[in-house]
């Protein structure tokens, strides 16, 4: 069973911050009367009365559409980023919130991504000096795709100032899009200037910022919104057999060695070029759901304490220990065993 388009969906939430940034004059924006932004998507607000309801993502896309023509604004997805608050993802907002530090929020923003929406895709890469964050649409075609990549980048940032009460200073901004006319409000905006043209839309915050402990950290509310966004993110995932079934198989492969497309493909009764479509229209990959499944896993092996690292690199497919450290600390930003002592 595949995913179209029409299937997509976005959180509530979240569209109900696009309606008040898009009402406000935030970036030299017009304001616009929320009631006919309603109308023009075709939503009642009655449909935004639940935070965590699912609306199809067609309804962001007209709403992007409608604010684009209406305000003839260059800056609206500036605009968009400045409103970005914990009540903009729900409960990925607040689970967020009550991290320790940046880089632990930032890590569970990677791993609760799908609960905003599933129109794209973000990662999260640490490194010793930092992290990247990456973001992209999945379609190429869509609509006021440069506005919606731009909001979203800005809202990264604007987003980890508001948690950490500090004014941080990202090392590095990326897009892959051309330069815009207005260049002195990006740099404005995001207090650096951002390079355009590049191969990918990204930002990067050096590791003293990752450091930053949260306001709001609140270690005991953390493991209760972690447990609720687990339950949330299992539901999305059950709508999707395919996927499911997907990371089942790979997952019971992965101690004789990572499975490539082509074996998965044959062990679910399907083409390689079948099974590459159909990730491509459920806004994945396979080498997306590889390392998210290693990484979901390696974590819960971790967390259970019952093998050894050795094991576990084994059972996750690494051909030794030395590549599963690796592998961790590119996803975390640290080794299995440090991050063993900080979770305890």
């Known amino acids: 069973m595949t995913k179209s388009l ?14 008040d940034a898009f009402a406000s004059k935030g970036s030299g924006g017009v304001a616009l009367d929320r009631a006919f932004l309603l109308k023009k998507s075709g939503i009642d607000q009655n449909n935004l009365s639940d935070p965590d309801a699912r609306l199809p993502v067609e309804i962001v896309t007209k709403i992007w559409e409608t604010a684009k023509d209406a305000t003839n604004n260059p800056l609206i997805g500036l605009q968009v980023g400045e409103h970005i608050r914990p009540g903009s993802f729900s409960v990925l907002g607040h689970l967020l919130m009550t991290c320790a530090t940046l880089r632990d929020a930032l890590e569970q923003a990677s791993r609760f991504a799908a609960l905003v929406g599933d129109s794209g895709n973000f990662d999260v890469l640490f490194n010793g000096s930092g992290a990247e964050l990456i973001y992209d649409l999945s379609e190429h075609d869509i609509p006021c795709r440069r506005e ?29 899009h051309s330069v815009p006319d207005e260049i002195q409000a990006y740099i404005t905006f995001f207090k650096v200037t951002p390079v355009f043209g590049a191969s990918t839309n990204s930002v990067f915050i050096d590791k003293k910022s990752l450091d930053l402990p949260l306001q709001q950290a609140n270690p005991t509310l953390a493991i209760l919104l972690d447990s609720h966004a687990e339950k949330i993110l299992a539901r999305l995932t059950e709508t999707n057999p395919f996927l499911l079934q997907l990371r089942q198989t790979v997952l019971k492969n992965l101690p004789h060695g990572t499975p490539e497309l082509e074996q998965t493909a044959q062990l679910l009764g399907t083409t390689e070029r079948s099974l590459q479509r ?63 002592i900080k979770d305890k």
């Open 278 to 340: 159909k990730l491509t229209e459920m806004n994945t990959s396979y080498q997306e759901q590889l390392n998210s499944l290693r990484k979901e896993a390696a974590i819960a092996y971790l967390q259970a304490g019952e093998y050894p690292q050795s094991e576990i690199a084994y059972l996750l497919g690494f051909s030794d220990p030395a590549s599963f450290n690796r592998a961790f600390k590119r996803w975390t930003g640290m080794p299995p065993g440090r991050w063993m």
């Open 6 to 19: 029409t299937q997509k969906t976005v959180s509530a939430s979240y569209i109900d911050t696009l309606l």
């Open 148 to 176: 919606r990549i731009e909001a979203i980048i800005a809202s990264l940032v604007g987003f980890s100032r508001w948690i950490t009460g500090v004014d941080i200073l990202p090392t590095r901004i990326t897009f892959r």
